[in-house]
């Protein structure tokens, strides 16, 4: 990047993911707009974006969180992966600007109840909910999933000159839709997304191999990460 972007570091925090263990996250300064040029510069940095706030890991003693993207062009799906793609064809597919919506706040209310209860995020506000989301100048795109108009899934995508940034779903988290395996289904359609608009590469964000949350995403081949200021197949 041609021009200076100064970046600030958080104080140690627990970490969200290994327990026992402490973060430090880097921030961009939040003075500077956050452009989609900006932004997309950012993303193959390895940085990621939580509503106005774009960052990534910046732990002194450890490298656990990797930045992974899947190269469309080469992904090939698991059996499991083409049963859940077929399970699904059934979903109608909307895509809605981000606005203040009650269908997905009340879904968005279910989810990090049934998924996140006591973590501190089961407990959401309209307000915290938009500010989770909102991105200012970068293009942000609701994708909804239904069944029969019934609101399944919605899944945040950021849309890149280089592809689509996986920011956050979530969906219906009752036994009989999660035999549907929404959160899978809703990143592989991200990626034929990416594969019509003829764009490289879908970022889902960090990996962390030894936290459950987050190993998952090595389930999709190829996956490459972002170690030592390049990116390489894992």
């Known amino acids: 990047m041609k021009n200076t972007l100064a970046l600030y570091a958080s104080a140690p925090h627990p970490c969200n993911y290994l327990p026992g263990e402490e973060a430090i996250t880097v921030f961009a300064d939040p ?9 997309s510069q950012l993303v193959d940095h390895g940085f990621r974006r939580s509503g106005e706030h774009i960052y990534r890991p910046g732990c002194r003693d450890c490298t656990a969180c990797v930045a992974v993207r899947v190269p469309v062009a080469q992904f090939q799906p698991n059996r499991t992966q083409r049963r859940i793609w077929r399970r699904n064809q059934d979903l109608e597919i909307i895509r809605v600007p981000v606005a203040r919506n009650s269908e997905h706040f009340a879904l968005y209310q279910r989810y990090l109840t049934a998924r996140h209860p006591g973590g501190g995020m089961d407990n959401p506000d309209p307000a915290n909910y938009m ?10 795109t609701l994708i909804e999933f239904r069944h029969e108009e019934e609101l399944l899934a919605v899944a945040v995508t950021d849309y890149l000159p280089q592809g689509l940034s996986a920011v956050y779903t979530f969906f219906d988290p009752t036994l009989e839709h999660r035999a549907r395996s929404l959160g899978v289904y809703a990143i592989l359609w991200q990626i034929e997304e990416a594969k019509r608009l003829g764009l490289p590469f879908v970022y889902l964000g960090y990996w962390i191999e030894k936290s459950p949350k987050m190993s998952y995403k090595s389930r999709y081949r190829p996956l490459e990460g972002y170690r030592d200021r390049k990116w390489g197949v894992l």
Request: net charge positive; aromatic share 16%; hydrophobic share 30%.
């Open 31 to 39: 003075r500077t707009p956050a452009s989609r040029r900006l932004y």
């Open 131 to 140: 500010s989770f989301f909102a991105s200012g100048e970068i293009d942000t």
